[in-house]
């Protein structure tokens, strides 16, 4: 089993900078994901990070060149480095994980689910 837990969220003018964080209990080799959905929206890919030493990152177009995803495996912690943030990125966030060494970039490909962390742009 793997518990994760985000934080991070929060209010932030266009332009601005938020870091969100995933922290993971139980096994920790799994690729993880952060996810986000807005109102009336399904559930889209945002990034993912293997967990081998290579640690491979995929993105989503809409977020390439302003997120980074990192992790700590000694941490148990998986990172969004979110920056230049739009009206459009504003979203509940999710941090999901699944066992594997590959990237996945559906929602249905995720066995975990944190709680979820809001994220609002606005000035």
């Known amino acids: 089993q793997v518990q994760l837990v985000e934080s991070g969220g929060g209010l932030v003018q266009p332009g601005g900078s938020l870091r969100l964080s995933c922290a993971a209990s139980g096994r920790t080799f799994y690729t993880m994901g952060w996810f986000r959905q807005a109102p009336g929206k399904e559930r889209e890919f945002v990034a993912a990070?293997?967990?081998?030493?290579?640690?491979?990152?995929y993105y989503a177009d809409s977020v390439k060149g302003r997120f980074t995803i990192s992790r700590d495996n000694a941490k148990n912690t998986v990172y969004l480095q979110m920056n230049s943030l739009q009206p459009d990125d504003t979203a509940v966030y999710y941090c999901?994980?699944?066992?594997?060494?590959?990237?996945?970039?559906?929602?249905?490909?995720?066995?975990?689910w944190g709680q979820g962390t809001q994220v609002t742009v606005s000035s």
């Open positions: 999901a994980s699944r066992s594997g060494s590959i990237i996945y970039t559906r929602a249905s490909d995720f066995d975990y």
């Open positions: 990070v293997t967990w081998s030493l290579g640690r491979t990152a």
